[in-house]
């Protein structure tokens, strides 16, 4: 990676942060601020609090497209996480998806092209008497448009017919852009085959 993209990247990163800033140092003062901490000589009570422990990072997952002009992250802001992006040079940025990470959370990021993020949910479910964690993964414009579930399914499929894990792939493709190899165990196969995936359609042949 060349220093310009470096450089870029940096920015996009400190841009994206100072968007979120008031979340960020609320993150950060309570764990660090030392009015934070009781003005108590014991030991026990100069410990930091639980929820300086506990809290998500106010930033994670991001990354810069792969052209360099638009930057992508997960920003925790209370109970809710959302999927922000922004162009590099452009002063604000923009909440694309939002998690309350109770129904599902997000499992992670990733530029496919210039323009587009592929997105991993998961959340749990029961298959028959037995509880799961299922993923699926979304695909989605840099601004918001376009959302596409990547795994399109009948709607009288039977949930045996259902991919559990539907977020594996196995090539990313970078020379394409518009196209993913997944790995899929749909239509009642006991075995995982790959799938070539148009990531702006969800049109999927076997690979």
Not at 20 to 33: E, F, K, L, Y
Not at 144 to 156: A, E, H, K, P, R
């Amino acid at each position: 990676m060349g220093g310009r993209t470096l450089r870029a990247m940096r920015r996009g990163v400190l841009a994206l942060a100072a968007s979120w800033g008031i979340a960020a140092a609320a993150d950060t003062s309570v764990a660090t601020s030392p009015q934070a901490v009781p003005a108590d000589s014991s030991a026990a009570t100069r410990r930091p609090p639980v929820e300086g422990f506990s809290q998500r990072p106010a930033l994670s997952d991001v990354s810069l497209s792969p052209d360099g002009q638009s930057v992508a992250g997960l920003v925790n802001d209370g109970d809710d996480t959302l999927l922000f992006t922004r162009k590099v040079n452009e002063p604000k940025g923009k909440a694309v998806l939002t998690s309350d990470n109770r129904k599902f959370t997000f499992s992670w990021i990733r530029w496919v092209n210039d323009e587009r993020l592929l997105v991993s949910v998961r959340f749990p479910s029961r298959r028959g008497f037995v509880e799961t964690s299922e993923t699926r993964l979304l695909s989605v414009r840099f601004d918001g448009t376009g959302l596409v579930n990547l795994v399109q399914q009948s709607v009288f499929a039977n949930l045996s017919d259902v991919a559990q894990r539907q977020d594996r792939v196995v090539d990313w493709l970078p020379e394409d852009g518009k196209h993913v190899l997944l790995a899929l165990t749909v239509e009642g196969g006991r075995h995982p085959a790959v799938y070539k995936v148009n990531v702006e359609t969800a049109g999927r042949r076997m690979g």
